[in-house]
């Protein structure tokens, strides 16, 4: 049974910073790549974020490239995302993820295997 727990969204100003963690159980970390994904008012999901299950990958939309940054901690199982330079545009409910599937993670982030109950992130112009 895989479990994924998101915290750490909020309210914040545009220019602005949060650190989303997703608390992972077990080895989720090391059998499936994981990232995250998030989804705006009416809109589909959407990839913001991955790293392969052997870490030596990652990826990032071009929307968010430069601004954020995915990382992970295995003796703790947690997944991070480092999110800096925040527009109101990044706001949306954003999920942790985990998926056998690469391309599923990085391409159609709708079909992942496994996700959270999601954070809200909210930016304020």
């Known amino acids: 049974q895989v479990q994924l727990h998101e915290s750490g969204g909020g309210l914040v100003q545009a220019g602005g910073s949060l650190r989303l963690s997703c608390a992972a159980s077990g080895r989720t970390l090391i059998t499936y790549h994981t990232g995250w994904i998030r989804q705006a008012a009416g809109k589909e999901r959407e990839f913001v974020a991955a790293i392969s299950r052997s870490g030596a990958t990652t990826d990032y939309a071009d929307s968010v490239q430069g601004r954020f940054t995915i990382s992970r901690e295995y003796g703790e199982g947690t997944l991070y995302l480092q999110m800096n330079k925040l527009r109101p545009e990044d706001t949306a409910v954003y999920y942790c993820?985990?998926?056998?599937?690469?391309?599923?993670?990085?391409?159609?982030?709708?079909?992942?295997?496994?996700w959270g109950q999601g954070t809200q992130v909210t930016v304020s112009s």
């Open positions: 993820a985990a998926e056998t599937n690469w391309e599923v993670l990085t391409t159609a982030p709708g079909d992942v295997e496994y």
